[in-house]
């Protein structure tokens, strides 16, 4: 996760504590909690292949109170209720509180068409530190990559309730061939809804995702969209306008952003230089973590095909602290494994080998080249 917003305006955000400063002591993971495989939406995208209904043999609420007391005892910081769509629970305010009474931060990832001002007010008052609403284009495009007629205004009357309640809010977006052009209405968007922060996701080829490689941008598309994302933002933050504009999922774009303002302001790159190094790069099984409906621990969200144990059986901080598991072991200290282009790669300390699902859903191979680095081998020292 790269926020663009910091690098051009050096503003302090919500995350910096946990992605920019210096770590002292162990890392205690933020959590992905996809608390039910059940979505009213059947998006084209969607990496957990959500479905109507709940997965047979979901955490019921007596596991799902477990899980949080022990990631509360592990000091999990953040912990994200994912789902399917989250709000589908019907213990989900219950769940969130208890998260929030044991010092977990609660957040949701949504795609916003449950959310009536009633529930508005509930997340706010729950303490709900922010709801990501997923709008993945303007009406047309949106509602035909969520696959419900409606869903775009739903979504929208979502954010607004959100608003006018004062809950913390942000767009998700996730960039496909079908809606890049449509990033400028995003911003639009962002801007006349007063909405707090927008996330630019790359495709991840997981989930229904993995039969949308041929829908991924090319280099020279993926550049040009990064390009335009910092464009608007730059344009935000000069007229004063205090919004958070994130890309993630590709960490070239942590790379390229660097790049950039080396060229132009050489010694801001400086003091941004420590912040990129200070997170360093992709994170999966390190800093982000995530426990599906069944219980199943995996290293990120994206990542469902590899399992490192179950909380039924096992403590959370007890799976991710085992090692016995070579795709955990590895990404704890991945570059020897990495191969390609990836291991040629000078900026291994700010990128650490970019996104494995891709990877592997590609060749095959956990550890080979991310085929969605737009960055070329001369930018990467081959």
């Known amino acids: ?32 909690w996809n608390s039910t495989r059940a979505c009213n939406l059947r998006c084209k995208h969607c990496y957990a292949s959500a479905r109507l209904k709940p997965g047979e043999g979901e955490l019921s609420t007596t596991e799902a109170k477990q899980l949080i007391d022990d990631l509360a005892a592990y000091r999990v910081p953040v912990i994200l209720f994912s789902g399917g769509e989250p709000l589908m629970r019907p213990d989900f305010f219950e769940l969130a509180n208890l998260a929030r009474e044991k010092g977990i931060r609660p957040t949701v990832s949504t795609n916003g068409t449950l959310i009536t001002r009633e529930v508005a007010w ?25 696959g419900y007629d409606g869903a775009f205004d739903a979504a929208i009357e979502g954010v607004r309730h959100c608003v006018a309640v004062g809950q913390r809010v942000g767009l998700r977006f996730t960039i496909t061939r079908d809606n890049y052009r449509e990033v400028d209405q995003i911003f639009d968007l962002v801007e006349s809804e007063s909405i707090d922060r927008v996330c630019f996701y790359h495709l991840v080829y997981s989930g229904r995702g993995s039969q949308l490689i041929e829908q991924d941008l090319n280099s020279v598309e993926k550049r040009a969209v990064v390009d335009r994302i910092y464009e608007r933002t730059a344009d935000l933050c000069r007229r004063g306008l205090n919004k958070e504009i994130l890309t993630v999922d590709n960490h070239a774009d942590v790379v390229y952003s660097f790049l950039k303002l080396k060229d132009s302001a050489p010694v801001k ?21 995530c ?15 590899h399992t490192l144990g179950n909380v039924r059986e096992r403590k959370f901080g007890d799976i991710w602290e085992d090692d016995s598991h070579p795709i955990m072991a590895g990404l704890k200290e991945r570059k020897p494994l990495l191969h390609g282009r990836c291991a040629a790669c000078r900026w291994l300390s700010i990128c650490n080998g970019n996104f494995r699902p891709r990877a592997e859903a590609v060749s095959g191979d956990f550890w080979a080249p991310d085929p969605a680095c737009y960055l070329t081998d001369e930018e990467i020292g081959i």
């Open 269 to 289: 790159a400086e003091e941004v230089w420590q912040w990129l190094q200070n997170a360093g790069g992709n994170r999966s099984g390190i800093a982000i973590g």
């Open 122 to 146: 509930r997340l706010k008052e729950t303490g709900v530190g922010y709801a990501g609403i997923s709008i993945d284009g303007m009406r047309d495009t949106n509602d035909r990559m969520r």
């Open 1 to 32: 996760m790269l926020s663009i917003s910091k690098i051009i305006s050096g503003q302090n955000e919500t995350g910096d504590h946990l992605r920019y400063r210096r770590r002292e002591g162990p890392v205690r993971p933020v959590v992905v």
């Open 291 to 305: 426990v599906d409906w069944h219980g199943d621990v995996h290293p990120d969200q994206f990542t469902m095909n």
